[in-house]
C-alpha cells in the first residue's frame, strides 16, 4: 500500500477510534444486553410472558378510566409493547369544550413537559399492563430493560439540559455512530492488505503489543459485517432527521411532518367534531380481536382513537407482519365506527412496499427480532466482541505510546486517558450485575431508583478503578466483583421471589431461566479469566511521578 494513504487510513482510524471509544463500549455493552429486553422486563417483574397470549382488556381500561375521567369527544394513542403484555396509552382532552376543562398555559420553567400532555392537566400518559391490570406512569414502570435499552442510545444524556435544538444524548450517539463507521471503513483499508494472511494469527505469548494488535485484528475483521450493518443501522435509526432534511426542504417546501408520514413514520388522522353522541355502545375488545383474527400473522401495534362515543368516531389500527414469516411489510385501517365503513385499509402481510421493505431491513437487523433466541444470542456475542475489539484498541494506543523516549507529560497524557477509558468500559459489567441485584432486593423501583444506583456506583467503582493507577489490578479486581456479582443475581432472585432458576426450568419461564443462566455463565467467564490473568499476566509499565536524572521517564515496574 502506498505509504500515504496508509498513513491517512492509520491516523484516521486511530484518532476517530479513541475519540469515540468510551461512548461507544457504552452503546455495546448496553445494546448486546438490550437484544433480551422482554427477557430482563419478565425477570424483574416475576412474571413470565414465555407462551402466554394476553387477551388485552381494553374494555376494562377504559371503563377503568370513565371513573376518573368523562371520556367523551377525547382521542386516544396505544402504543403496544412487544408480547402484547401492555401498552402505552396518550390520552388527550376532550374535543368537546362542553365538558373539557381549560388548557393551561405551558409554563416557562420546569423543564421539558412530559409526552402526551402538551400542558393540559385533563390529559393523562401513562403504562398500562393488561396481566394484572395496573396502571403506572412512565417512571413507576420503568425497569431495568428500558434502562439499558434506551443506556445504548445515550438517553438518559437528554437529561442533562443542553439545549441545542434536538435532544443531545441523541446527537452524541448519531455522531457516535457516525464517527465509528469512518473507523469501521479506514480499519478495513489499514488491514487490507494482509486481511487473508492474518486472519487466523493470534500470537498470546508474545509481546503485550502484538497480543492486543492481533486480537484487535483478528476480532475486527471476524465482527466487521456485524460491526457495520450496526453502524449503518444506527446511523440512520439515531439521526434521519439530519439525512432527510434536504429531502423535506426540496419536495415537501420545508414540511418534515408530511415527509415523514409518506414515509410511514407518522400517521395523521384529523376528525371534525360533531357534538352529536354515538348511537349504541362501542366494544373494544371485539373491534381489535376481529383485525387480529383478518391478519394472522402480523402483530397490532399501534391503536389510534378520534373523538371517542361521537358520531364522527373513528378507530385507526396499524400492524406489523411477524418477521418469521414475512420479513417486511406493514399495515392499518381506518374504521368509521358508527357505520361500520371500512375508510382505508393496507394488509400487513400482503401489501409491503419499497418502503416497507427498507423500514424492516434496516429495523430487523439492528435489533435481531427476525431469527428468536438464537440469532439473539449471536448477536449477543458479537456485541460483546465489539467490546474486546474497543478494550484491546485501546491497549494498542496506550502500548505504542508507552516508549522511554517520548516526553514525560505526553506519556503521563495516555496513561491516565487509557486509564480513565479502561476504568470507565470495565466496570460496566459489575455495576451492571449490582444494579440488577439491587431492583430484586429493594422494596420500592422506578426510574430514579435505578438511575441512582447505577449511575452512582459506576461513578464510585470507576473512581476506585482510576485510583489504583495499576491496569493489571484493575482487571483482577473488576474479573472478581464480576464473578461475585454476576453470580448474586439468580441468588438475589431466587430469595426476593423464590424463582430459583432450577423452578423456572420446570415450569417453562424460560426467560426468567435464561436471565439467571446468563449471568452465570459470565460469572464462570470472569472466573476463568481472573484464573488466567493471575496466573499468566505479564507487568505493565507504570508512569513514575518524577523525571528521571536523563530527564527522560523513569518507568517503575509494579509487580503484583
Same mark, same amino acid.
Given at each position: 500500500?502506498?505509504?500515504?494513504?496508509?498513513?491517512?487510513?492509520?491516523?484516521?482510524?486511530?484518532?476517530?477510534?479513541?475519540?469515540?471509544?468510551? $461512548?461507544?463500549?457504552?452503546?455495546?455493552?448496553?445494546?448486546?444486553?438490550?437484544? +433480551?429486553?422482554?427477557?430482563?422486563?419478565?425477570?424483574?417483574?416475576?412474571?413470565?410472558?414465555?407462551?402466554?397470549?394476553?387477551? @388485552? @382488556?381494553?374494555?376494562?381500561?377504559?371503563?377503568?378510566?370513565?371513573?376518573?375521567?368523562?371520556?367523551?369527544?377525547?382521542?386516544?394513542?396505544?402504543?403496544?409493547? &412487544?408480547?402484547?403484555?401492555?401498552?402505552?396509552?396518550?390520552?388527550?382532552?376532550?374535543?368537546?369544550?362542553?365538558?373539557?376543562?381549560? %388548557?393551561?398555559?405551558?409554563?416557562?420553567?420546569?423543564?421539558? /413537559?412530559?409526552?402526551?400532555?402538551?400542558?393540559?392537566?385533563?390529559?393523562?400518559?401513562?403504562?398500562?399492563?393488561?396481566?394484572?391490570?395496573?396502571?403506572?406512569?412512565?417512571?413507576?414502570?420503568?425497569?431495568?430493560?428500558?434502562?439499558?435499552?434506551?443506556?445504548?442510545?445515550?438517553?438518559?444524556?437528554?437529561?442533562?439540559?443542553?439545549?441545542?435544538?434536538?435532544?443531545?444524548?441523541?446527537?452524541?450517539?448519531?455522531? =457516535?455512530?457516525?464517527?465509528? !463507521?469512518?473507523? !469501521? *471503513?479506514?480499519?478495513?483499508?489499514?488491514?487490507?492488505?494482509?486481511?487473508?494472511?492474518?486472519?487466523?494469527?493470534?500470537?498470546?505469548?508474545?509481546?503485550?503489543?502484538?497480543?492486543?494488535?492481533?486480537?484487535?485484528?483478528?476480532?475486527?475483521?471476524?465482527?466487521?459485517?456485524?460491526?457495520?450493518?450496526?453502524?449503518?443501522?444506527?446511523?440512520?435509526?439515531?439521526?434521519?432527521?439530519?439525512? !432527510?432534511?434536504?429531502?423535506?426542504?426540496?419536495?415537501?417546501?420545508?414540511?418534515?411532518? #408530511?415527509?415523514?408520514?409518506?414515509?410511514?413514520?407518522?400517521?395523521?388522522?384529523?376528525?371534525?367534531?360533531?357534538?352529536?353522541?354515538?348511537?349504541?355502545?362501542?366494544?373494544?375488545?371485539?373491534?381489535?380481536? %376481529?383485525?387480529? %383474527?383478518?391478519?394472522?400473522?402480523?402483530?397490532?401495534?399501534?391503536?389510534?382513537?378520534?373523538?371517542?362515543?361521537?358520531?364522527?368516531?373513528?378507530?385507526?389500527?396499524?400492524?406489523?407482519?411477524?418477521?418469521?414469516?414475512? +420479513?417486511?411489510?406493514?399495515?392499518?385501517?381506518?374504521?368509521?365506527?358508527?357505520?361500520?365503513?371500512?375508510?382505508?385499509?393496507?394488509?400487513?402481510?400482503?401489501?409491503?412496499?419499497?418502503?416497507?421493505?427498507? #423500514?424492516?431491513?434496516?429495523?430487523?437487523?439492528?435489533?435481531?427480532?427476525?431469527?428468536?433466541?438464537?440469532?439473539?444470542?449471536?448477536?449477543?456475542?458479537?456485541? !460483546?466482541?465489539?467490546?474486546? =475489539?474497543?478494550?484491546?484498541?485501546?491497549?494498542?494506543?496506550?502500548?505504542? &505510546?508507552?516508549?522511554?523516549?517520548?516526553?514525560? /507529560?505526553? &506519556?503521563? +497524557?495516555?496513561?491516565?486517558?487509557?486509564?480513565?477509558?479502561?476504568?470507565?468500559?470495565?466496570?460496566?459489567?459489575?455495576?451492571?450485575?449490582?444494579? +440488577?441485584?439491587?431492583?430484586?432486593? $429493594?422494596?420500592?423501583?422506578?426510574?430514579?431508583? *435505578?438511575?441512582?444506583?447505577?449511575?452512582?456506583?459506576?461513578?464510585?467503582?470507576?473512581?476506585?478503578?482510576?485510583?489504583? /493507577?495499576?491496569?493489571? /489490578?484493575?482487571?483482577?479486581?473488576?474479573?472478581?466483583?464480576?464473578?461475585?456479582?454476576?453470580?448474586?443475581?439468580?441468588?438475589?432472585?431466587?430469595?426476593?421471589?423464590?424463582?430459583?432458576?432450577?423452578?423456572?426450568?420446570?415450569?417453562?419461564?424460560?426467560?426468567?431461566?435464561?436471565?439467571?443462566?446468563?449471568?452465570?455463565?459470565?460469572?464462570?467467564?470472569?472466573?476463568?479469566?481472573?484464573?488466567?490473568?493471575?496466573?499468566?499476566?505479564?507487568?505493565?509499565?507504570?508512569?513514575?511521578?518524577?523525571?528521571?536524572?536523563?530527564?527522560?521517564?523513569?518507568?517503575?515496574?509494579?509487580?503484583?
Amino acid at each position: 500500500m502506498d505509504p500515504r494513504k496508509y498513513n491517512i487510513y492509520f491516523h484516521t482510524h486511530t484518532i476517530s477510534g479513541i475519540i469515540i471509544a468510551a $461512548l461507544l463500549y457504552v452503546i455495546f455493552f448496553a445494546g448486546s444486553f438490550s437484544f +433480551f429486553k422482554d427477557d430482563i422486563a419478565a425477570w424483574q417483574k416475576g412474571r413470565s410472558e414465555v407462551g402466554q397470549r394476553f387477551d @388485552p @382488556p381494553y374494555n376494562h381500561l377504559l371503563d377503568s378510566l370513565s371513573q376518573h375521567y368523562n371520556l367523551r369527544g377525547r382521542n386516544f394513542n396505544f402504543y403496544l409493547l &412487544r408480547q402484547g403484555q401492555g401498552t402505552y396509552v396518550d390520552m388527550t382532552a376532550s374535543q368537546d369544550t362542553t365538558i373539557s376543562k381549560p %388548557k393551561l398555559k405551558p409554563k416557562k420553567e420546569g423543564g421539558r /413537559r412530559r409526552k402526551g400532555r402538551g400542558g393540559d392537566d385533563d390529559a393523562a400518559y401513562f403504562r398500562y399492563h393488561f396481566a394484572d391490570k395496573k396502571a403506572g406512569d412512565y417512571s413507576d414502570s420503568y425497569d431495568m430493560a428500558e434502562f439499558l435499552y434506551r443506556l445504548h442510545f445515550l438517553a438518559q444524556l437528554n437529561q442533562v439540559g443542553i439545549n441545542i435544538g434536538t435532544p443531545f444524548g441523541y446527537l452524541v450517539a448519531g455522531i =457516535v455512530a457516525f464517527l465509528f !463507521l469512518f473507523a !469501521l *471503513i479506514t480499519g478495513l483499508l489499514l488491514h487490507w492488505d494482509k486481511i487473508k494472511s492474518n486472519f487466523f494469527l493470534f500470537r498470546p505469548m508474545s509481546k503485550w503489543k502484538t497480543v492486543w494488535t492481533d486480537m484487535h485484528t483478528a476480532l475486527g475483521v471476524i465482527g466487521f459485517p456485524f460491526q457495520l450493518v450496526f453502524a449503518v443501522t444506527g446511523v440512520v435509526l439515531i439521526v434521519n432527521y439530519v439525512l !432527510l432534511a434536504p429531502f423535506a426542504n426540496l419536495l415537501y417546501n420545508g414540511d418534515s411532518d #408530511k415527509l415523514y408520514e409518506s414515509l410511514q413514520y407518522n400517521k395523521t388522522i384529523k376528525v371534525d367534531y360533531t357534538y352529536k353522541p354515538m348511537n349504541g355502545t362501542f366494544d373494544m375488545d371485539a373491534f381489535v380481536g %376481529k383485525w387480529q %383474527k383478518e391478519w394472522k400473522d402480523a402483530q397490532i401495534s399501534r391503536i389510534y382513537i378520534r373523538n371517542y362515543m361521537d358520531e364522527s368516531m373513528q378507530v385507526s389500527l396499524e400492524a406489523k407482519p411477524n418477521a418469521e414469516t414475512n +420479513f417486511a411489510g406493514s399495515g392499518f385501517a381506518t374504521v368509521n365506527i358508527a357505520s361500520g365503513k371500512v375508510l382505508e385499509q393496507k394488509s400487513p402481510n400482503t401489501d409491503g412496499n419499497y418502503i416497507d421493505g427498507v #423500514k424492516s431491513l434496516v429495523y430487523h437487523l439492528h435489533f435481531g427480532d427476525f431469527g428468536g433466541k438464537p440469532l439473539r444470542i449471536v448477536f449477543f456475542l458479537l456485541g !460483546l466482541m465489539g467490546c474486546a =475489539v474497543i478494550i484491546s484498541g485501546i491497549m494498542i494506543w496506550l502500548v505504542a &505510546r508507552d516508549k522511554v523516549a517520548t516526553e514525560l /507529560r505526553k &506519556r503521563r +497524557f495516555n496513561f491516565w486517558a487509557s486509564n480513565f477509558f479502561l476504568a470507565a468500559c470495565l466496570s460496566m459489567l459489575p455495576v451492571t450485575a449490582f444494579t +440488577f441485584i439491587m431492583v430484586k432486593m $429493594l422494596n420500592h423501583v422506578d426510574q430514579a431508583v *435505578i438511575y441512582r444506583t447505577y449511575f452512582y456506583s459506576w461513578l464510585v467503582l470507576g473512581i476506585y478503578l482510576m485510583v489504583l /493507577r495499576s491496569l493489571p /489490578r484493575m482487571n483482577r479486581h473488576t474479573l472478581i466483583l464480576s464473578t461475585v456479582l454476576c453470580l448474586g443475581v439468580p441468588i438475589a432472585n431466587g430469595i426476593s421471589t423464590g424463582l430459583w432458576i432450577w423452578n423456572t426450568w420446570q415450569q417453562g419461564a424460560f426467560d426468567i431461566f435464561f436471565i439467571d443462566a446468563l449471568f452465570i455463565v459470565l460469572a464462570g467467564s470472569c472466573a476463568y479469566a481472573f484464573t488466567r490473568v493471575n496466573a499468566e499476566a505479564k507487568t505493565f509499565k507504570v508512569l513514575s511521578l518524577r523525571k528521571a536524572p536523563e530527564k527522560v521517564l523513569k518507568a517503575t515496574v509494579v509487580r503484583e
